[in-house]
C-alpha cells in the first residue's frame, strides 16, 4: 500500500542548530514534493516545491532533497530561531493525467527550536 | 486578495443536525480541495474539483457527505447527520494550475467542528 512517513517523533533542537526533517514514501511515484509550515490553529502554509528532475532546492535558510531512488526527501532549516517552531508537512503530487492537481499529505512533525 | 476564505470558523452542534462548511477560493484557481484533520489521521483529502467538477471523491468518509461547487467562487461540504466522530478540523484549499508554482495549495483557516 501505499505510504508516506516523516519524523516519527517530535524534533527538539537548539537555536542555530540546523533541523533536518525526513519524508519517506513507498509505493509512489510521485512527480512533485512540497513542504509546508503549519502553526497552531492554523490552515498549512506552502514553503518550497522540488520536482522529480530536481535534487535540490533552496529558499533563504531552507533547503530541500529529493532522492528519487531512496525514496525520500530531506528538509534543512539552518540556523534555527524559536520562530521556526510549528509543524512540517511533506505532500507528494503525482504526474499529471489522472491524478493531476492532487496531493497527499504525511502527518508532519513537530519541531521545536529552543532558545 | 484575501485568501481562501472558510465559514464558520467554529461550529458546535448535536448529533444528527446537518452541518453546511462553506469556502470561497482564491479568484482565479482552478482546483478546490476539502480537507479533514485529526490529530489520530493527520490531514485526509476527502474530495477536490477541477474547474467546479468534483474529480475525486473517493476520501468522502461515507454518504453522510457531500460537497457541491456550483461556481467558481463558492463550495459546501455538508454533512447530514452528523455524527460525534465527525469532530475535526476542515479545511478548504485551492490552487491553480499556472504560473510557476504548479500544485502549490493556498489553505483557508478551516472549521473546528464539534458534533456533541
Known amino acids: 500500500s501505499q505510504k508516506i512517513e516523516q519524523n516519527s517523533e517530535a524534533l527538539n533542537i537548539q537555536e542555530g542548530k540546523t533541523a533536518t526533517l525526513t519524508c519517506n514514501y513507498t509505493n509512489y511515484s510521485p512527480a512533485y514534493l512540497q513542504w509546508y509550515r503549519q502553526d497552531p490553529g492554523r490552515g498549512p502554509v506552502f514553503l518550497l516545491l522540488?520536482?522529480?528532475?530536481?535534487k535540490e532546492k533552496r529558499k533563504e535558510r531552507l533547503k530541500v532533497t529529493f532522492d528519487t531512488t531512496l525514496k525520500q526527501s530531506l528538509f534543512h532549516i539552518t540556523a534555527s530561531q524559536p520562530a521556526d517552531s510549528a509543524t512540517y508537512l511533506c505532500a507528494l503530487d503525482m504526474c499529471p493525467g489522472a491524478n493531476a492537481g492532487k496531493s497527499t499529505f504525511g502527518d508532519g512533525t513537530t519541531l521545536t527550536v529552543k532558545p | 486578495d484575501a485568501g481562501v476564505i472558510q465559514s464558520p470558523r467554529h461550529e458546535v452542534t448535536e448529533m444528527g443536525q446537518e452541518v453546511t462548511l462553506r469556502c470561497k477560493p482564491i479568484s482565479g484557481h482552478d482546483y478546490l480541495f476539502w480537507y479533514r484533520q485529526t490529530m489520530m489521521r493527520g490531514l485526509e483529502l476527502l474530495i477536490y474539483?477541477?474547474?467546479?467538477?468534483?474529480?475525486?471523491d473517493s476520501g468522502m468518509p461515507e454518504d453522510r457527505f457531500s460537497a457541491k461547487m456550483p461556481n467558481a467562487s463558492f463550495s459546501t461540504l455538508k454533512i447530514q447527520p452528523s455524527e460525534p466522530r465527525d469532530s475535526a478540523v476542515y479545511f478548504c484549499?485551492?490552487?491553480?494550475?499556472?504560473?510557476?508554482?504548479?500544485?502549490?495549495?493556498?489553505f483557508g483557516p478551516g472549521t473546528r467542528l464539534t458534533v456533541l
Open positions: 522540488i520536482r522529480e528532475n530536481e
Open positions: 474539483f477541477n474547474n467546479n467538477v468534483p474529480i475525486d
Open positions: 484549499a485551492s490552487s491553480s494550475t499556472g504560473g510557476g508554482s504548479y500544485n502549490e495549495q493556498f
